[in-house]
């Protein structure tokens, strides 16, 4: 059992990240691997991913894509909501984000929203894509 007064607030379960099937999740919580704020500390070189997608038996570059929506869900804005989107518009850091113009990450994120759901209306508003380089700048600076 996790104890729960030791999960950060910006730490989510593992089944909340997009793509982790159940199997994984489970393989996971075997080697205490519960929640994304365990699997970035458990992950922190390419070797460490390398061995855990070992264990875990399943391809290291799908590994790496999910320590990667972890870290981008360390943002309180972004969470697993948003961490999957992100990484398809090409973000794969907060640092990255950081660095990133709020406006022509909003523009990217809409074209992708109407090429694969063919709606605009489902991608997050310019103000919300602002406040996620703002939360990543400001973890950047923390680092």
């Known amino acids: 059992m996790t104890n729960t007064q030791n999960?950060?607030?910006?730490?989510?379960p593992l089944s909340q990240l997009p793509g982790i099937p159940q199997e994984i999740t489970d393989k996971c919580a075997a080697s205490n691997l519960t929640h994304t704020h365990t699997?970035?500390?458990?992950?922190?070189?390419?070797k460490a991913i390398e061995t855990l997608a070992n264990q875990l038996q399943i391809p290291t570059p799908q590994l790496k894509k999910w320590v990667v929506?972890?870290?981008?869900?360390?943002?309180?804005?972004?969470g697993c909501e948003y961490c999957g989107l992100l990484l398809h518009a090409?973000?794969?850091?907060?640092?990255?984000?950081?660095?990133?113009s709020f406006p022509r990450l909003h523009q990217q994120i809409i074209r992708f929203q109407v090429a694969t759901t063919r709606r605009r209306d489902l991608a997050p508003s310019l103000q919300t894509v602002q406040q996620w380089v703002k939360e990543a700048r400001s973890l950047v600076q923390q680092s």
């Open 39 to 46: 699997l970035l500390q458990h992950c922190t070189t390419p």
């Open 7 to 12: 999960i950060p607030k910006n730490s989510f």
């Open 90 to 100: 090409g973000i794969i850091s907060p640092s990255q984000l950081a660095q990133t």
């Open 69 to 78: 929506m972890a870290n981008l869900a360390q943002l309180e804005s972004v």
